[in-house]
Every structure is written in structure tokens, then in C-alpha cells.
């Protein structure tokens, strides 16, 4: 069994920084790539930001200069450092990562819960 847990949602003003956490757990061997996703009402969850094993990370244009994603693979956890936060960035942030399991062969995509950002103008 994998777990994803995010923390460090919360409510902000406008101009405004948070820093995101989720942390893995579980039957781990080997972690790939982590990144962070948002859904905000009724629009499609998108990708905020990627980090894989060893590549470079990637971000969405509206959040280049931003956010940062950063990743502590001796804690299995990823970060999201968000800074200059706008009242579009609200929506709930998700945290994925790609995990293969001992005595697995692949690597599967597990989700967190979510956590709300909410930026107030």
C-alpha cells in the first residue's frame, strides 16, 4: 500500500507565499517522477509543476517565476514553494508520483488527497 499526504494549504492574500509538502509512504522501492497538479471549480485538473529522477523540473506558464518544486528523495517527499500568489491560484493542489513497489515490475501514478489553496484579493 502507497500514501500520498499533502499539508500546507491554507488560506493567503494576494501577494502572498506557501510552501506545499507531500510526503510518500508505504511499500516503496523506487520513486520517479513527482510533481504537483491543481484543479480549480469547474475547470480540468492541470499540471503546476514536475520534477523527475534527475531531469530538469518543468513548470506551466502561469506559474513560471513563481513556484518552485523542489524534492528530498531521503524523505520521499516533494515540495511546492509558491510565492507572489494571485486569486487564480486558488484551486486544490494535488501531489502525484510515479512508485514502484518491492516485488513489483512498474511503476504506477498514486495521487494524494488534495489540499485547498485559497488566494483572497
Known amino acids: 500500500q502507497v500514501q500520498l499526504v499533502e499539508s500546507g494549504g491554507g488560506l493567503v492574500q494576494a501577494g502572498g507565499s506557501l510552501r506545499l509538502s507531500c510526503a510518500a509512504s508505504?511499500?516503496?522501492?523506487?520513486?520517479?517522477?513527482m510533481g504537483w497538479y491543481r484543479q480549480a471549480p469547474g475547470k480540468e485538473r492541470e499540471l503546476v509543476a514536475g520534477m523527475p529522477t534527475g531531469g530538469s523540473r518543468n513548470y506551466a506558464d502561469p506559474v513560471k517565476g513563481r513556484f518552485t518544486i523542489s524534492r528530498d528523495n531521503a524523505k520521499k517527499t516533494v515540495y511546492l514553494q509558491m510565492n507572489s500568489l494571485k486569486p487564480e491560484d486558488t484551486a486544490v493542489y494535488y501531489c502525484?508520483?510515479?512508485?514502484?513497489?518491492?516485488?513489483?515490475?512498474?511503476?504506477?501514478?498514486?495521487w494524494g488527497q488534495g489540499t485547498q489553496v485559497t488566494v483572497s484579493s
Open positions: 502525484n508520483a510515479a512508485i514502484k513497489s518491492y516485488g513489483g515490475s512498474y511503476y504506477y501514478t498514486y
Open positions: 508505504g511499500n516503496i522501492f523506487s520513486i520517479n517522477g
